[in-house]
């Protein structure tokens, strides 16, 4: 029987949303969520830390198997195909950033797409569009149960708390759970929540996403067998509440609400141009744009003429990393990230390799930056900024400041970068029927027969053709 109260109202939203109130802006914006998802998960399958997981999911087998994204002829056990594609998907912090902050794509689209091929009626286009915005929508309501939980993090990583419980949601919508099991899916994940900021900027953070895709799955598929958690896990503090100091929860009205409105419908994500942590983005245009007053001044860029580079950044220690030793802490290095745009005019996936974070002349320039933390600068994705002051050896100084960098939601990506995006670190793994495959599929989801369809595309590696390639394609639609 379903309890009232909060968690109640989540169960009984999870189980009565439809799919006549999705709205237009909401379909076009998680498209765009989930094709992004799917190319930087692509691109992640070539990351050692992938690699690592593949390797110890491999020793599992079941009776079901769904497939590994960017692998010819592998699957694994559903949690397992989940969690390695998780992992993939945030293996470079290439991946989607909301607000209040978390990674929210993650781990909801790995736990479907490992789902859908397992059950009897194969779900739909527009069963996994549905589905993927409940696991959406949870995270945007439990985020906003604390005034904490918007600012950039301090003590966990957002998604290994709110991930695994959108994971949940989405996982029993689209097994079709009754709205106790849908309340006792979000119990059974809460007791799953939960990771160190202290494993950021480390090989474990892509686990954290990885973790959050496979036990919200599992969470959903136990309550479909009966387990039962807390029915009051979000009610109390010492439930789901445990994570913030602020927590004040309130109820999820559902189906049968006039009222209910998608919180993606007015809050957009940002998508990365840089695999990097969201707020270096800030750096590395406020550091290009400081490059080109210099180079507009003396004609180039020198670094024997650099006596001193400032860089003003909201207070954060996890990405206050002055020399990083690891891509990892490179990805999460105001520092590193201004150094990089500098001295290269860009940054890319390449600029995180070995050889370019041991470079002499990187660790020269890094020896010359200061950072200093204006009191005016909060610790938010929404309110942010950041400002680099290039002082030359000659006393002169260029600064510039970026306030919104290309990719946030106040200046979002146009549809043709985005897919630009996707098309680049897609390609980076699949055959061009494979990355015109996926862009189709996901462009006219709502409209496609079977989701799974998605998981033959993610397979057509490069040099690799299925036969069936043609005839899957006319059977989307």
């Given at each position: 029987m379903l309890r009232k109260g909060i968690t109640g109202s989540f169960g009984a939203a999870i189980h009565g949303l439809n799919t006549p109130q999705l709205t237009d802006g909401v379909i076009n914006r998680s498209k765009r969520m989930m094709l992004d998802t799917l190319g930087v998960g692509l691109i992640g399958t070539r990351t050692d830390v992938f690699k690592k997981a593949l390797a110890y999911s491999k020793l599992f087998r079941s009776d079901e198997m769904s497939r590994v994204w960017g692998q010819t002829e592998l699957s694994l056990p559903p949690p397992y195909a989940a969690f390695v594609n998780g992992i993939a998907v945030h293996s470079m912090d290439f991946d989607d950033t909301w607000h209040p902050a978390t990674h929210p794509s993650g781990a909801v689209l790995p736990a479907l797409l490992a789902l859908a091929k397992t059950l009897p009626r194969p779900p739909s286009g527009l069963d996994l569009l549905l589905a993927f915005n409940v696991g959406i929508e949870v995270q945007g309501r439990l985020m906003r149960f604390s005034r904490e939980a918007y600012s950039i993090p301090e003590r966990f990583h957002p998604p290994s708390v709110v991930g695994v419980m959108g994971s949940a949601a989405a996982s029993a919508k689209l097994l079709g759970l009754s709205p106790a099991q849908c309340a006792h899916a979000l119990a059974i994940a809460a007791s799953s929540a939960g990771a160190p900021l202290a494993n950021a900027a480390t090989q474990t953070k892509p686990l954290h996403v990885g973790n959050a895709a496979r036990r919200g799955l599992e969470a959903a598929q136990l309550a479909r067998m009966g387990l039962e958690g807390n029915p009051d896990i979000l009610d109390v503090s010492g439930g789901f509440g445990v994570y913030y100091k602020d927590y004040g929860p309130s109820a999820m009205e559902g189906s049968s609400s006039t009222d209910f409105r998608w919180i993606l419908e007015d809050q957009d994500v940002a998508f990365k141009r840089i695999p990097a942590h969201l707020g270096m983005h800030w750096a590395v245009d406020a550091a290009l744009a400081a490059r080109a007053k210099l180079v507009a001044?003396?004609?180039?860029?020198?670094?024997?003429?650099?006596?001193?580079?400032?860089?003003?950044?909201?207070?954060?220690?996890?990405?206050?990393?002055?020399?990083?030793?690891?891509?990892?802490?490179?990805?999460?290095?105001?520092?590193?990230?201004?150094?990089?745009?500098?001295?290269?005019?860009?940054?890319?996936?390449?600029?995180?390799?070995?050889?370019?974070?041991?470079?002499?002349?990187?660790?020269?320039?890094?020896?010359?930056?200061?950072?200093?933390?204006?009191?005016?600068?909060?610790?938010?994705?929404?309110?942010?900024?950041?400002?680099?002051?290039?002082?030359?050896?000659?006393?002169?100084?260029?600064?510039?400041?970026?306030?919104?960098?290309?990719?946030?939601?106040?200046?979002?990506?146009?549809?043709?970068?985005?897919?630009?995006?996707?098309?680049?670190?897609?390609?980076?793994?699949?055959?061009?029927?494979g990355v015109e495959g996926v862009i189709d599929v996901v462009g006219n989801i709502e409209s496609v027969r079977e989701c799974s369809i998605l998981n033959a595309y993610l397979s057509m590696t490069s040099g690799h053709f299925l036969p069936r390639a043609q005839e899957i394609k006319h059977a989307e639609k």
């Open positions: 001044a003396v004609g180039n860029f020198d670094l024997g003429r650099v006596r001193k580079v400032t860089l003003r950044v909201p207070p954060s220690k996890y990405v206050n990393c002055a020399f990083p030793a690891t891509e990892h802490q490179a990805r999460h290095s105001f520092q590193f990230n201004a150094s990089s745009a500098l001295l290269d005019n860009k940054v890319t996936v390449s600029s995180f390799s070995r050889a370019h974070v041991d470079r002499p002349a990187l660790k020269e320039l890094l020896s010359k930056v200061q950072v200093e933390t204006p009191g005016d600068n909060p610790p938010s994705f929404d309110q942010m900024y950041c400002e680099v002051e290039i002082e030359t050896a000659q006393g002169q100084s260029h600064a510039a400041r970026c306030d919104t960098f290309y990719g946030h939601w106040r200046k979002p990506l146009s549809q043709e970068d985005l897919v630009e995006k996707f098309s680049v670190n897609a390609s980076s793994v699949l055959c061009t029927e």
